[in-house]
Nanobody
Framework: QVQLTESGGGLVQAGGSLRLSCTAS????????MGWYRQAPGLERESVAV???????NYLDSVRGRFMIFRDNAMNTVDLQMDNLKPEDTAVYYC?????????WGQGTQVTVSS
C-alpha cells in the first residue's frame, strides 16, 4: 500500500513564499511521476507542477517562474517551492504519485494567499 503525507501550506500575504513537502511510503517503483495538483473552490482540479523520476519538469503556465518542483528519488519526496504568491494561488494543494496505471494522492493541504 502506498501512502503520501503532505506538510507545509498555510496563510501568507501576497508576494510571500511557502514550501510544500510530500513523502511517499510503501512499495514505490523507481520509475514514477510525482507532482502537485490544486483545487480552488468552485473550480476543477488543475495540475500545477510535475516531475518524473528521470528529471523533466512541467509547470502550469500561471506558476512558471514562481514555483519550482524538487524531488529526492532516494527518499521518495517531492517539494513545491512557491514564491511571489498571488491571491489566485489560493487552493487546496494535493501531491500525487503515479506508477504505471495507478495514482496515489495525499490528503491535501490548504494554501491561502491574502491580498
Amino acid at each position: 500500500q502506498v501512502q503520501l503525507t503532505e506538510s507545509g501550506g498555510g496563510l501568507v500575504q501576497a508576494g510571500g513564499s511557502l514550501r510544500l513537502s510530500c513523502t511517499a511510503s510503501g512499495s514505490i517503483f523507481k520509475v514514477n511521476v510525482m507532482g502537485w495538483y490544486r483545487q480552488a473552490p468552485g473550480l476543477e482540479r488543475e495540475s500545477v507542477a510535475v516531475m518524473s523520476s528521470g528529471g523533466p519538469r512541467n509547470y502550469l503556465d500561471s506558476v512558471r517562474g514562481r514555483f519550482m518542483i524538487f524531488r529526492d528519488n532516494a527518499m521518495n519526496t517531492v517539494d513545491l517551492q512557491m514564491d511571489n504568491l498571488k491571491p489566485e494561488d489560493t487552493a487546496v494543494y494535493y501531491c500525487y504519485l503515479r506508477m504505471g496505471s495507478s495514482t496515489f494522492w495525499g490528503q491535501g493541504t490548504q494554501v491561502t494567499v491574502s491580498s
